[in-house]
């Protein structure tokens, strides 16, 4: 069965980091631009980061500029996401999928195949 699992997450105090993975199995991201998504309780499900597949470029929201940081590792079929400087607003469930596109400027796109997701919670 193609699925995606995403680990990593849990619970860090504001100003620290966790590192999410999302790993495929049974097909190849290769082929495929990669997106985080996040949603929290009672908010819509936002667009985070995401990296293409062929030349690697990335695109974040404005909300994680300069704090996030997208990668993917071909060899290992995963894709990280570095959440460094953590804030309480950036507590929500965060899920991984493949997008139809590349990133470009916008989170335009069909996705096929999504994570179950992991909880981040940013609390002191």
């Known amino acids: 069965q193609v699925q995606l699992v995403e680990s990593g997450g849990g619970l860090v105090q504001p100003g620290g980091s966790l590192r999410l993975s999302c790993v495929a199995s049974?097909?190849?991201?290769?082929?495929?631009?990669i997106v985080w998504f996040r949603q929290a309780p009672g908010k819509e499900r936002e667009g985070v980061s995401c990296i293409s597949r062929s030349d690697g470029s990335t695109y974040h929201a404005d909300s994680v500029k300069g704090r996030f940081t997208i990668s993917r590792d071909n060899a290992k079929n995963t894709v990280y996401l570095q959440m460094n400087s953590l804030k309480p607003e950036d507590t929500a469930v965060y899920y991984c999928?493949?997008?139809?596109?590349?990133?470009?400027?916008?989170?335009?796109?069909?996705?096929?195949?999504w994570g179950q997701g992991t909880q981040v919670t940013v609390s002191s």
């Open positions: 049974r097909f190849s991201l290769d082929y495929h631009a």
């Open positions: 999928a493949t997008k139809d596109r590349a990133c470009g400027t916008s989170w335009y796109g069909e996705y096929n195949y």
